[in-house]
Nanobody
Framework: QVQLVESGGGLVQVGGSLRLSCAAS????????MGWFRQALGKEREVVAR????????LYADSVKGRFTISRDNAKNTVYLQMNALKPEDTALYYC?????????????WGQGTQVTVSS
């Protein structure tokens, strides 16, 4: 089992940057694919970015391609989301999640989320 804790959210102006972190407990972090998801007020949760267990593959939503970068450090049990050129529509609660079956599988473990607010 994996426990996930996100941090790094906050209030930022349009065009600014934030880096989200997700710290995982447990000794098997390196075996999980990881993902960042977000949910804006009144909208459904959507996937933002995913990364395979060995960082060999990354996937991004079209809306964030070229602006966001997902990465991980298995030695630190941490996954990151670098967000640049932020837009008001990026405002949401951001969650990290872990999948034991690979980057395309169901994400079974979730953090509590960290709020990102982009002001115009």
């Amino acid at each position: 089992q994996v426990q996930l804790v996100e941090s790094g959210g906050g209030l930022v102006q349009v065009g600014g940057s934030l880096r989200l972190s997700c710290a995982a407990s447990g000794r098997t972090f390196s075996t999980y694919a990881m993902g960042w998801f977000r949910q804006a007020l009144g909208k459904e949760r959507e996937v933002v970015a995913r990364i395979s267990s060995d960082s060999g593959r990354t996937l991004y939503a079209d809306s964030v391609k070229g602006r966001f970068t997902i990465s991980r450090d298995n030695a630190k049990n941490t996954v990151y989301l670098q967000m640049n050129a932020l837009k008001p529509e990026d405002t949401a609660l951001y969650y990290c999640a872990a999948a034991s079956g690979g980057i395309w599988s169901r994400y079974d473990y979730w953090g509590q989320g960290t709020q990102v607010t982009v002001s115009s």
